[in-house]
């Protein structure tokens, strides 16, 4: 019998989202730990509120829905609250009941503000970090170290000259014709107008130049996890100067291991990190220049696991710039750059978690 292509409007609906979402999904592993992180930066939320007022938005729902702009790939804060409007899984994992009205993009992005002017990313990734050390699969010996290019939110447009008082006027306000071909730009000449951070860098030779920032993760060899992540200004020396400082910071007195590809090859990249209790294994760049590792470090099996090892650092970098929304930059300036890189490294983590889990 054929049905019948009819919609009845019923006036009370006793149905939950969480009856909806099914118990083997993917994001129940990850709204579980996820909440278990949350209530430990409760105090943390308590001192950035007042205790009178009208009640903003709840942080833990903000960071549950910053957390599935991330997940799935969301482009705005004004599309999430349209998902939020009537996708039911999002409303489950967010915390809001079938009735609850959704926030407005712009007040959601104001509330959303007041986590991007304090360091809350930071304590969700050491939290994560913690659920990930209550689990025992992080190593703390042997780690990989990469850096990668994150294209600026700035048109090339507005990288012009720091002293020229005076330019001509544009033909078109909105969107003015600029001729810089044969001009020589350097970012110690130039600057963005729109993102001062942002620098221009390029991937290599051949490559073109963009106004970018550079990430940096330091990762551990065990799971692929990311133990360590922050946001440089993209300069020559950028990924060998993070590579020092997150070394210093790998808590422990005994001695570990960091792998990294040729550019981190240098004599003074080399020295500092063995200046660290760091055993640097580090890949030979002997084609333009004698290398800074000598067999002392190649004639141990461990250099070869952990050159093959450090190629899972770009599983990150591909994760964060297909998925977490990462490959073009929606927040200028490096301290909000950085606060969103941090958060999405948090959120890769959280699904390594999971899947970490359901492997037997």
Same mark, same amino acid.
């Given at each position: 019998?054929?049905?019948?292509?009819?919609?009845a409007?019923h006036? @009370?609906s006793?149905?939950?989202?969480?009856a909806?979402?099914?118990?083997?999904h993917?994001?129940?592993?990850?709204?579980?730990?996820?909440? +278990?992180?949350?209530?430990?930066l409760s105090?943390? @939320?308590?001192r950035?509120?007042?205790?009178?007022g009208r009640?903003?938005?709840?942080?833990?729902?903000?960071?549950?829905?910053l957390?599935?702009?991330? %997940?799935?790939?969301?482009?705005?804060?004004?599309?999430?609250?349209?998902?939020?409007?009537?996708?039911?899984?999002?409303r489950?994992?967010?915390?809001l009941?079938?009735?609850?009205a959704?926030?407005?993009?712009?007040?959601?992005?104001?509330n959303r503000?007041?986590l991007?002017?304090?360091?809350?990313?930071? %304590?969700f990734?050491q939290?994560v %970090?913690a659920?990930a050390?209550?689990?025992?699969?992080?190593s703390d010996?042997?780690f990989?170290?990469?850096?990668?290019?994150?294209?600026a939110?700035?048109? #090339?447009k507005? @990288?012009?000259?720091?002293?020229?008082?005076?330019?001509?006027?544009?033909?078109?306000?909105?969107?003015?014709?600029?001729?810089?071909h044969?001009?020589?730009?350097?970012?110690?000449?130039?600057a963005?107008?729109?993102?001062?951070?942002?620098?221009?860098?390029?991937?290599?030779?051949?490559k073109?130049?963009?106004?970018s920032y550079?990430?940096?993760?330091l990762?551990?060899?065990?799971n692929?996890?990311?133990?360590?992540?922050?946001?440089r200004?993209?300069?020559?020396?950028?990924e060998r100067?993070?590579?020092?400082?997150?070394a210093?910071?790998?808590?422990?007195?005994?001695?570990?291991?960091?792998?990294a590809d040729?550019?981190?090859d240098?004599?003074?990249?080399?020295?500092? %990190?063995?200046? #660290?209790?760091?055993?640097?294994?580090?890949?030979?760049n002997?084609?333009?220049r004698?290398?800074?590792?000598?067999?002392?470090?190649?004639?141990?099996?461990?250099?070869?696991?952990?050159?093959?090892?450090?190629? +899972?650092?770009?599983?990150?970098?591909?994760?964060?710039? &297909?998925?977490g929304?990462l490959?073009k930059?929606?927040?200028r300036?490096?301290?909000r750059?950085?606060?969103? @890189? &941090?958060?999405?490294?948090?959120?890769?983590?959280?699904?390594?978690? +999971?899947? #970490?889990?359901?492997?037997?």
């Amino acid at each position: 019998m054929r049905g019948h292509d009819e919609q009845a409007a019923h006036l @009370f609906s006793y149905v939950s989202p969480e009856a909806r979402v099914p118990r083997d999904h993917p994001l129940r592993a990850i709204r579980e730990m996820t909440d +278990r992180v949350l209530a430990t930066l409760s105090r943390k @939320f308590a001192r950035m509120y007042s205790d009178i007022g009208r009640p903003s938005i709840a942080p833990e729902k903000l960071l549950r829905a910053l957390l599935l702009q991330v %997940l799935y790939t969301v482009r705005s804060e004004r599309l999430l609250m349209e998902q939020l409007d009537y996708n039911l899984l999002f409303r489950w994992f967010v915390g809001l009941n079938m009735d609850d009205a959704v926030w407005d993009p712009t007040v959601f992005s104001k509330n959303r503000d007041r986590l991007l002017h304090s360091d809350i990313a930071a %304590l969700f990734f050491q939290a994560v %970090l913690a659920e990930a050390k209550a689990r025992d699969v992080i190593s703390d010996e042997h780690f990989t170290v990469d850096g990668t290019l994150l294209e600026a939110w700035a048109s #090339l447009k507005s @990288f012009k000259k720091v002293d020229d008082p005076d330019p001509p006027a544009p033909d078109d306000p909105g969107n003015p014709t600029v001729n810089f071909h044969g001009e020589t730009r350097t970012n110690a000449t130039h600057a963005s107008t729109t993102d001062p951070d942002a620098k221009l860098a390029r991937k290599g030779n051949g490559k073109e130049a963009k106004l970018s920032y550079s990430g940096h993760i330091l990762m551990e060899n065990r799971n692929g996890l990311a133990v360590d992540a922050t946001v440089r200004p993209a300069t020559g020396t950028a990924e060998r100067d993070a590579a020092v400082a997150m070394a210093a910071q790998i808590p422990g007195d005994g001695r570990v291991t960091i792998g990294a590809d040729k550019n981190y090859d240098t004599r003074d990249c080399v020295e500092q %990190l063995r200046s #660290l209790t760091v055993t640097p294994h580090v890949a030979q760049n002997d084609k333009r220049r004698r290398s800074a590792i000598d067999e002392r470090t190649t004639r141990h099996p461990g250099y070869l696991i952990s050159q093959r090892k450090r190629k +899972r650092v770009e599983e990150i970098f591909g994760w964060l710039k &297909t998925v977490g929304g990462l490959r073009k930059l929606r927040h200028r300036g490096i301290d909000r750059v950085d606060w969103m @890189f &941090t958060f999405a490294v948090a959120a890769y983590n959280l699904v390594r978690l +999971r899947n #970490l889990a359901a492997t037997p």
